[in-house]
């Protein structure tokens, strides 16, 4: 079970403690496997990880959707320890988006589906 901590002095009028952020064990062990397997992934399909990458974001080969040309499907180490999938942009910027969404307007148009439509889940709002 995690800790309560407060990470910020509690509003007077709530006084709100949150829990803290440290990963439990079972969490850490299970992140770990997650980045270990997406590595043996990228070793399997001769996928290097580019030596300009963002400290802490690692190439997830397991996500196929198409996205535009030069950007890559990755997951970011947060400061938690979790992962959190985000999208690697090329260079020289490489910009990083947490949401397909961002990513969207940020090329200027919507990432189709190579099934067809958009890569939307059906009845979620575009």
């Given at each position: 079970e995690g800790t309560c901590s407060l990470l910020a002095p509690p509003h007077p009028c709530f006084g709100i403690m949150v829990k803290s952020a440290k990963l439990s064990p079972s969490e850490a062990k299970r992140v770990q496997?997650?980045?270990?397997q997406m590595q043996e992934h990228c070793r399997m399909l001769k996928l290097q990880q580019p030596d300009d990458w963002p400290q802490g974001?690692?190439?997830?080969p397991r996500c196929t959707a198409p996205l535009p040309e030069g950007w890559s499907h990755a997951k970011k180490t947060t400061a938690s320890g979790r992962l959190q999938p985000?999208?690697?942009?090329?260079?020289?910027?490489?910009?990083?988006?947490?949401?397909k969404d961002a990513?969207?307007?940020?090329?200027?148009?919507?990432?189709?589906?190579?099934?067809?439509?958009?890569?939307?889940?059906?009845?979620?709002?575009r």
């Amino acid at each position: 079970e995690g800790t309560c901590s407060l990470l910020a002095p509690p509003h007077p009028c709530f006084g709100i403690m949150v829990k803290s952020a440290k990963l439990s064990p079972s969490e850490a062990k299970r992140v770990q496997k997650e980045i270990a397997q997406m590595q043996e992934h990228c070793r399997m399909l001769k996928l290097q990880q580019p030596d300009d990458w963002p400290q802490g974001f690692y190439v997830n080969p397991r996500c196929t959707a198409p996205l535009p040309e030069g950007w890559s499907h990755a997951k970011k180490t947060t400061a938690s320890g979790r992962l959190q999938p985000c999208f690697v942009g090329p260079r020289p910027a490489r910009k990083v988006f947490f949401h397909k969404d961002a990513l969207e307007k940020h090329v200027g148009h919507t990432i189709k589906s190579p099934w067809g439509g958009s890569t939307k889940k059906a009845g979620q709002k575009r």
